[in-house]
C-alpha cells in the first residue's frame, strides 16, 4: 500500500470508504461441527505412531481418517509450516486460500482444513488448541495463520541479492515428500502448497497492509490437535526462523524440535461420517 498519494480525494471520498463491508462467504448455511464427540472421543485412544520433526527440517506422516494427530512443541518456541494430502492422491491437498475464505486468517478449535478444487472437502478439523486464549492482540497479531505462504529459497534468493539457503520450509517440505513418496525432488516439489503456519503469530500492519510475525507464544507442551476427516499424509517443517521474533531462512534463529502424535480412538466420535469430494458436476456451465 502507498504511504503517499498521487491523487486529490473526491468530495464523497468518506461516503465511499463508510461503506459497511459485507462478507465474501456467508458460512451460516456450512454446520460448524459439535466438538463433544471429538473430546469424548479422545477417551482410550491410543497413540500408535509419533515423528519428532528435527529443528530447520521436515519430516511427513501416515494418519487414516478417524485418527486425530497433534502436533507440540517439545523444547522451546517454535513454529511449524504444515501440509497435507490426500493419500489416494497427493492432487487433493490443503487449500489455505479457501480455507481463510470460510474460517478467517487464523485458525483454533471447531475450524476446518479445506481440500484443493476439484474435491473441496474437509481434510482435517483442528479439535484442541492449547493456545485457544491468545486471540487477537493489540497489533492485530494471532496464531495459526493461513495468511502465509512459507518461507522459500526463492524468495530468499530475490531479497538477498542470490542468496542460496535449502532449509526454508519449502525446501525442507520437498525434501521429506520425496523420500516419503520416492518421488524425485522436482516431482515432489510441484506438491508442496501454502501451509498452516503453527503456532506462528501473524498479522498485517494498519499502515501499510504488511504481512507482520511477532514472537510466538508458545510454549514446551503447547499443541495444536486434528481429526482426520479423510485419509491423510502430513508434512511438517520446523522453521528456520524458530519462534519468528526476529527474521526467515537462517541459521542465525534458536530452533527446536516440534513432535508429531498420532492417535487412534476406541471408536469414531459419535455421528462422524468420512466427507465426500464436492457435489459440483465439473461442466462449468457446457454440456
Given amino acids: 500500500m502507498k504511504l503517499s498519494h498521487d491523487h486529490t480525494a473526491p468530495a464523497d471520498a468518506l461516503a465511499r470508504k463508510g461503506i459497511a463491508p459485507v462478507i465474501c462467504y456467508p458460512v451460516e448455511g456450512l454446520a460448524r461441527p459439535d466438538m463433544a464427540p471429538f473430546r469424548a472421543a479422545r477417551a482410550g485412544w491410543d497413540k500408535v505412531a509419533e515423528v519428532v520433526v528435527p529443528a530447520r527440517e521436515a ?7 478417524g485418527q486425530f494427530f497433534r502436533i507440540t512443541s517439545i523444547e522451546g518456541p517454535q513454529v511449524g509450516d504444515l501440509n497435507l494430502w490426500a493419500q489416494a492422491d497427493l492432487r487433493e491437498r490443503f487449500y489455505s486460500g479457501k480455507t481463510r475464505a470460510l474460517h478467517g486468517t487464523h485458525l483454533s478449535t471447531g475450524d476446518r482444513m479445506w481440500s484443493a478444487f476439484p474435491f473441496l472437502r474437509p ?3 483442528i479439535t484442541d488448541d492449547s493456545l485457544d486464549w491468545y486471540g487477537f492482540d493489540a497489533f492485530g497479531g494471532a496464531v495459526h495463520d493461513v495468511i502465509g505462504t512459507r518461507c522459500d529459497p526463492y524468495t530468499h534468493n530475490l531479497l538477498s541479492g542470490g542468496g542460496q539457503y535449502h532449509h526454508c520450509c519449502h525446501s525442507n517440505l520437498t525434501r521429506a515428500l520425496a523420500d516419503w513418496t520416492g518421488l524425485s525432488l522436482h516431482e515432489a516439489e510441484g506438491h508442496v ?3 498452516l503456519n503453527v503456532f506462528m503469530c501473524t498479522g498485517f500492519t494498519r499502515d501499510t497492509g504488511q504481512y507482520f510475525m511477532k514472537a510466538s507464544p508458545v510454549r514446551p507442551g503447547d499443541y495444536l490437535e486434528f481429526f482426520a476427516e479423510i485419509d491423510l499424509v502430513g508434512g511438517l517443517s520446523a522453521c528456520p526462523g524458530g519462534d519468528c521474533s526476529a527474521e526467515h531462512s537462517s541459521d542465525a534463529a534458536a530452533c527446536h524440535p516440534l513432535l508429531v502424535e498420532v492417535f487412534q480412538p ?20 457446457r454440456p
Fill in 193 to 195: 502448497h501454502d501451509v
Fill in 59 to 65: 519430516r511427513c506422516w501416515a494418519v487414516a481418517a
Fill in 123 to 125: 481434510m482435517a478439523v
Fill in 266 to 285: 476406541i471408536a469414531p466420535p459419535a455421528g462422524w461420517v468420512a466427507p465426500a469430494v464436492n457435489g459440483y458436476d465439473r461442466s462449468h456451465g
